[in-house]
Structures are given as structure tokens and as C-alpha cells.
């Protein structure tokens, strides 16, 4: 099986393509002010992206569909005030 390094480094490849498998590296957010929420948005759409840029199979998560979770699970308070 072949391995193609995309974003190649010294000493890391930012992707790295090995039997229909994206493996990432290095990925966070280009706004580090913009909270836990922000950057966690801004980091998912980064990690959405690869695949179909590296010619992968893997659907990208918004072609995916993806269970609600339960009710309950959404109107539970927080744990720590």
C-alpha cells in the first residue's frame, strides 16, 4: 500500500493518506480569541475539508448523517456551575 504525505514538513505532514485513511495533524483554529465554541466550529470545518482535497472516498461529516442525541442530554444543566 502507498503512503502520500500532503503538506510535508521537516518533521510532520500535515495529511497523510494510507489505505483509504486521511490521518491529520496539527489542526486548530485561526482565531484563538474566539472561545471554546468558535474554535471548536472553526477546527471541525478544517478537519471537513481534507478529505475530498486529498481524493479520498471519506465523505465529508456534512454529507453524513449524524444521530440527535437524546432530549435529555440537551437540556441537562451543566455539571460545574
Known sequence: MAIARHSAGPR???AVVHNNTVYLAGQVAAD???GV???TEQVL???DAPPS???SPIPSSSSRSSPSPPS???RR????P
Open 45 to 47: 470545518k478544517k478537519i
Open 53 to 55: 482535497r486529498l481524493g
Open 37 to 39: 465554541k468558535g474554535q
Open 12 to 14: 510532520m505532514s500535515g
Open 32 to 34: 484563538s480569541s474566539a
Open 72 to 74: 435529555d442530554l440537551r
Open 77 to 80: 444543566p451543566p455539571a460545574c
